[in-house]
């Protein structure tokens, strides 16, 4: 029964906490260009709104069109519940959940990448491919992220890994996993979630046919993904594990808050990089990760 | 009923199948069911039991004692044979039915039935010589299998290369085997870790069971072969002959004594494999092709686990390597069951549009709703990702590397290379999957061929049926056949593993999860469908963009969706492009082709034949007929076999 609750407590905060990051990204990139910006609560009228509408099925698609979405969001949620929070855990956590957590994101991936490809267009053809290139060489920082957090922790279960603090090599880390988390969740500098042009898009022309409830657990999925790769990269660099639950939590939101405001600076004085120098810059991300690992190796042989 | 009876039921179904198939498909069918039945409740027990089946009738078979002998790694291999054997003998009394190919089908259910039965005699055989035997009979009838269609010459040229690389491939066996019945004074095959000087023989080994198992630069046989051969062969060809290189290795490296340098050797090249497979993989637009490829990586994958198993092994036994180990095995299951699914699949493409090319097909799904969704599990499966079985045995050989990892060991520094090699080989067959599943299925039909297909029927969708379930299977409750790998891993190397106390994985908890997702997924799609259902759908063309006469055509094509990957690895892939681009005001015609070659077959192995070819060329000029000179050759002859006795000092 506790177990249930517990479940139940952890998943509404992850549900209803994520549409809040990207409204807080919006609102500093707005505050830093001199606007006023859409309200911070913005993406859940967003998708209140998406919920309740009508959808729009191109002629072309097959029943993969409405089910990548929904399988995705399952697996970003599944994922979540691998993710402890400070010193009270994961909801479920074993022997090698970390690897269980890298795949079940890729899942999502492949699910709403057959999704998109299901609409025969050219533009989600071309964003797929984009996609799910990059996301090789985010994928190879993020196992090595996760290399070096073993190699700290002697462990494979996020729980034990992402306790202690990343030690010396923690800066390392943190450059590297911002990097991974500004790619995997298509932020300039590697795509332009604001973009008016198709041709120049990653994510977001991947999901461009795509209309009413089916986008909006898209939407979500994206956010919630997005909140993932912040709490992950707080809890690997910060000693969370060993406060008290309050103050982890403070801890956590804070550092969150801070994460999201970088996100927000990154998007406001940076252009978006050509996309033969996207490869070049998610190398420098796992390069970062490789000599975090190596810190770590360093500091660990006695 | 005991083991040695229900084998010899598999032989005789196989044998029976042999002598039917010409006059009747029907009982050669159930003849060859049977077979595979009784194969696989013989490879059950003896996996359930843990015992070893051994049997020597005291009888002579070409001037050695027949022996023969079953053990966990070989039940662990006739299992899958079984299980593969009776899914594409089904497919094929379909898809090779008389009335398609009146001539070249019955033969080929004759050759079919040779090659189960000797593959099956290859698990079997405890005596070196019979071993080359039955090893070379099956890679005979494999050649008449794959050369089912000698009409066209692609056919006639992969059949060829096949057999060239097999026996380059046997002579390897050959002096492995006579270099060991030579240093051992028998031909009988057995654990032997005691004698040291054995060891370098694994070298011989390595690469002859290497090319039958298409490890990277040996491999130049397999794409053409797999491609080439008729869809149910080629699906026993990748999902089973090549693991019999890997039963060879898995074997040889359990009996043998190793050199030290023969684990690090074998996890580099596994490595190789797996990444140089798939991305050689997107480089191609051939269906089949494509596939052929994989079962490069995924031999890879299986290689870095057996060769950080061997590292283990030879350093003090670390319970690291025996995960690495169980997930090198299961991963032999997983290839075969999702790879054979696939081939399967590919075949009935094949069968209803008559083309591998994937950049004229598209939009698939809709005549063959069964093919797509099975194939799409397939895809799932060979990607690595949960809750299917190619995740449960890639997170296995993961757990294994990572505990090398933080055990500060010797190896750390190798596992953390192949942990990082094995990420971004599972990213890159994941982005290859969605790529075939995107071009052959979904979107819209590319040409006309595509536009007219069929479902195929339930004789070719069965066995898709089961090796998906199977799939399925393994990834939903991983515990259940758990027991079955710890036999096998424990029949490796006995004096090592006790399959009682294998490291423990959390497999009960994975399982569970995995129900979870896969239920919860299911649901989850449901309600969703249900609410756009409830919101209203309206129809319209998909959106490009605005342009208002879009065409099939503009759909993304294998090339240019695997474009940016295919960059990366120029280096090796060596691409050849083709390019005639628009020029002038009101440019008439543009045309852009890209194709990617078999660099090692055409760089490497045909330029070096050519080298030989031409110096026996050059060596020929001293054949030319004339007698005087010939007289002259006599003399030399005889003068340097008299300098060779008085400088030999004759006593």
């Not at chain 1, 190699?151 to 603090?165: C, D, E, K």
């Amino acid at each position: 029964m506790m177990t249930a609750l517990d479940i139940f407590l952890r998943l509404a905060a992850w549900l209803l906490l994520a549409p809040l990051l990207p409204g807080l990204i919006n609102k500093v990139k707005a505050w830093v260009a001199g606007r006023r910006g859409p309200p911070v609560l913005q993406l859940y009228f967003d998708l209140a709104k998406l919920w309740r509408k009508g959808v729009v099925l191109s002629t072309a698609v097959s029943p993969a069109h409405i089910i990548g979405p929904a399988v995705a969001w399952i697996a970003i949620l599944a994922a979540a519940l691998l993710l402890p929070v400070g010193p009270a855990g994961a909801a479920l956590s074993f022997r090698g959940d970390a690897l269980l957590f890298v795949y079940l994101l890729a899942f999502a991936r492949f699910s709403i990448a057959l999704a998109a490809l299901d609409t025969g267009s050219a533009f989600e053809g071309m964003g797929v491919a984009r996609e799910v290139s990059y996301a090789v060489l985010a994928e190879a920082a993020i196992i090595t992220a996760l290399l070096t957090l073993c190699v700290q922790s002697g462990s494979v279960s996020l729980a034990t890994m992402l306790a202690p603090a990343a030690g010396a090599g923690a800066a390392l880390l943190a450059a590297g996993l911002f990097g991974v988390l500004l790619a995997e969740n298509c932020r300039v500098p590697f795509d332009d979630p604001n973009t008016h042009l198709e041709l120049t898009m990653v994510h977001e022309a991947m999901v461009l046919d795509h209309s009413g409830p089916p986008l909006a657990a898209i939407l979500h999925g994206a956010a919630l993904k997005l909140l993932l790769f912040a709490v992950l990269l707080t809890e690997a660099v910060l000693p969370l594990g060993k406060l008290s639950l309050l103050q982890a939590i403070g801890a956590l939101g804070a550092a969150v808050l801070v994460i999201a405001v970088a996100v927000g600076l990154v998007e406001s004085l940076l252009a978006r990089l050509a996309f033969r120098r996207v490869p070049l810059l998610l190398t420098t991300a796992f390069l970062f990760c490789l000599f975090a690992l190596l810190v770590a190796w360093k500091g660990a042989t006695p | 009923m005991t083991p040695g009876w229900l084998l010899l039921i598999a032989g005789g179904g196989l044998v029976a199948g042999i002598f039917s198939a010409f006059k009747s498909p029907r009982v050669w069918l159930a003849a060859t069911l049977a077979g595979a039945g009784a194969g696989f409740s013989v490879a059950v027990w003896m996996l359930a039991g843990g015992a070893t089946w051994d049997w020597r009738p005291g009888f002579i078979l070409g001037v050695e004692e027949l022996h023969l002998q079953l053990d966990g790694v070989g039940a662990f291999f006739l299992i899958l044979l079984s299980i593969l054997g009776g899914a594409a003998t089904l497919y094929s009394s379909e898809y090779w039915s008389d009335k398609n190919h009146p001539a070249s089908a019955p033969p080929g259910r004759a050759w079919w039935n040779g090659m189960l039965l000797n593959m099956g005699f290859v698990l079997l055989c405890a005596n070196g010589l019979h071993f080359l035997i039955v090893w070379e009979i099956f890679t005979v009838c494999a050649y008449f299998l794959v050369t089912r269609e000698r009409q066209r010459r692609a056919a006639r040229a992969a059949g060829w290369l096949y057999l060239a690389a097999s026996h380059v491939a046997m002579i390897f066996l050959f002096a492995f085997f006579a270099l060991l019945a030579a240093r051992t004074g028998s031909w009988e095959l057995g654990p032997m870790r005691d004698h040291p000087g054995l060891a370098p023989l694994f070298w011989l080994a390595l690469v002859g069971f290497g090319i039958k198992a298409g490890i990277f630069p040996l491999h130049i046989w397999l794409p053409s072969a797999h491609a080439n051969a008729p869809s149910h062969v080629s699906a026993i060809m990748s999902g089973m002959a090549i693991k019999m290189g890997i039963y060879g290795l898995v074997r040889f490296t359990g009996w043998l004594p190793v050199p030290d340098s023969a684990g690090w050797v074998v996890a580099a090249l596994g490595v190789v494999s797996a990444v140089l497979g798939v991305a050689f993989a997107l480089g191609q637009h051939d269906l089949k092709r494509l596939l052929a490829y994989h079962s490069v990586e995924n031999i890879g994958i299986i290689l870095i686990g057996l060769g950080f198993a061997m590292i283990a092994a030879a350093h003090g036994n670390a319970a690291w390597g025996q995960l690495a180990l169980a997930g090198a095995l299961l991963h032999v299951w997983n290839h075969g069951l999702f790879k054979a699914l696939l081939f399967l699949g590919s075949g009935s493409i094949l069968h209803a549009t008559g083309t591998r090319e994937m950049s004229r097909l598209g939009g698939l799904w809709r005549a063959m709703p069964w093919t797509a969704s099975l194939f799409a599990l397939g895809a799932t499966a060979i990607a690595g990702l949960p809750p299917l079985n190619g995740f449960v045995s890639e997170w296995l050989v993961y757990l294994g590397l990572f505990d090398a990892v933080s055990a500060h060991g010797t190896a750390a520094f190798a596992a953390i290379f192949a942990a990082v090699a094995l990420g971004i080989t599972g990213a890159l067959a994941l982005t290859c999957f969605v790529k075939v599943c995107g071009v052959v299925f979904l979107g819209l039909p590319r040409t006309e061929i595509a536009a007219h297909v069929h479902e195929c029927g339930w004789r070719m969708r069965l066995p898709m049926l089961a090796l998906g379930a199977a799939c399925a299977a393994i990834g939903l409750a991983p515990v259940l056949f758990w027991p079955a790998l710890a036999t096998a891993a424990a029949a490796w190397q006995p004096a090592l593993i006790n399959a009682n106390a294998l490291p423990s994985a959390p497999l009960v908890t994975l399982g569970a999860f995995h129900l979870a997702l896969a239920a919860l997924a299911v649901l989850a799609a449901a309600f969703l469908w249900q609410r756009v259902r409830q919101n209203g759908v309206s129809r319209a063309g998909t959106w490009d963009c605005g342009y208002a006469a879009p065409t099939p055509r503009m759909q993304y094509t294998a090339g240019s969706f695997a474009g940016i990957i295919t960059g990366w690895f120029d280096w090796i892939l060596r691409p050849q492009r083709h390019a005639h681009l628009p020029k002038g005001n009101f440019p008439a015609h543009a045309d852009f082709a890209e194709h990617t070659p078999e660099t090692v077959l055409e760089k490497v192995v045909e330029p070096a034949g050519a080298l030989v070819l031409r110096a026996s060329l050059a060596v020929r000029h001293l054949q030319h007929g004339r007698v005087q000179s010939y007289v002259f050759y006599l003399l030399l002859g005889l003068a340097a076999l008299a300098i060779l006795a008085v400088m030999g000092g004759a006593k």
